[in-house]
């Protein structure tokens, strides 16, 4: 699909969204024609139903995503750390946290990926279509107001509530349902670095995506302290770290290439 229909397909979503703000038919129509008509170029992540949770399992490449909205503290040293590593992770962000920390999720628009967490409700499946469709379209809202461009195709349900239901709407407005092979478990109110570290690296394997959090209760002693090794010992098993659109298409990204050179050098696994 050419730039210019691309541009025309988002600004039919956009008029159609704002012309039908109380009924959802029209929302769902908007999103269902552009994405029937229209492939997915190369490089961009398809949308469907159909819930990513691994990416090739033949290649050695896996994404390290991030979410945002728990409330706690945030971890801005996790920032610094992805930079220094010239890695570029997944954000998945709430609206809600994103309307609170405008200039955190400026950095994060400007140096990763970043995609839908949805905006405030913690748990779609317990509300109406209408509902699931207004917290998905305010989150794109918030979120693109303050980065310059759509979350779409990327969303992860709030700490992983969805069904059949809420997968088919999320597809209607042109999102692909993310969710993950490893969960850190650094959410956890009794989280420590070690733990967090050693869940991680007993479970990676080829394609898996690795869920962390950027402020959750112990974030900022836990997977913002080892962090570093982290990303260490994961490149010194022969792992590629990449986002999740590189992660799903198997395209790499030039703003990727550019940041981050992969490492060949044997770094020792902290466990041994």
Do not use: C
């Amino acid at each position: 699909m050419s730039a210019s229909n691309h541009e025309r397909i988002v600004w039919l979503h956009g008029l159609l969204s704002r012309v039908a703000l109380g009924s959802v038919g029209l929302v769902l129509l908007a999103s269902v024609v552009s994405a029937s008509l229209f492939a997915a170029p190369a490089g961009q992540v398809p949308v469907s139903a159909d819930e990513v949770v691994r990416g090739d399992p033949s290649r050695p490449w896996l994404s390290l995503v991030v979410n945002a909205g728990a409330g706690y503290e945030p971890a801005p040293e996790m920032l610094d750390t992805l930079v220094e590593k010239g890695v570029r992770a997944t954000f998945f962000l709430m609206g809600w946290w994103a309307e609170r920390n405008p200039e955190l999720v400026q950095r994060i628009g400007a140096e990763h990926e970043v995609a839908s967490h949805g905006h405030e409700v913690f748990d779609l499946t317990s509300v109406s279509d209408a509902a699931v469709v207004a917290d998905l379209e305010q989150a794109d809202a918030v979120i693109g107001g303050l980065i310059g461009r759509s979350t779409r195709p990327l969303w992860s349900p709030s700490a992983g509530y969805r069904d059949a239901r809420v997968r088919r709407i999320a597809a209607n407005l042109g999102y692909r349902p993310i969710y993950w092979t490893v969960d850190s478990g650094d959410w956890q109110v009794d989280a420590t670095a070690e733990r967090v570290l050693h869940r991680v690296l007993d479970n990676a394997v080829n394609g898996a995506i690795i869920v962390l959090h950027f402020e959750s209760p112990r974030t900022r002693t836990s997977t913002a302290v080892v962090l570093p090794t982290m990303i260490d010992a994961l490149r010194g098993r022969g792992y590629r770290l990449v986002t999740i659109t590189e992660l799903v298409t198997g395209i790499l990204n030039e703003q990727t290439n550019s940041q981050s050179r992969f490492r060949t050098d044997k770094i020792s696994d902290p466990r041994q």
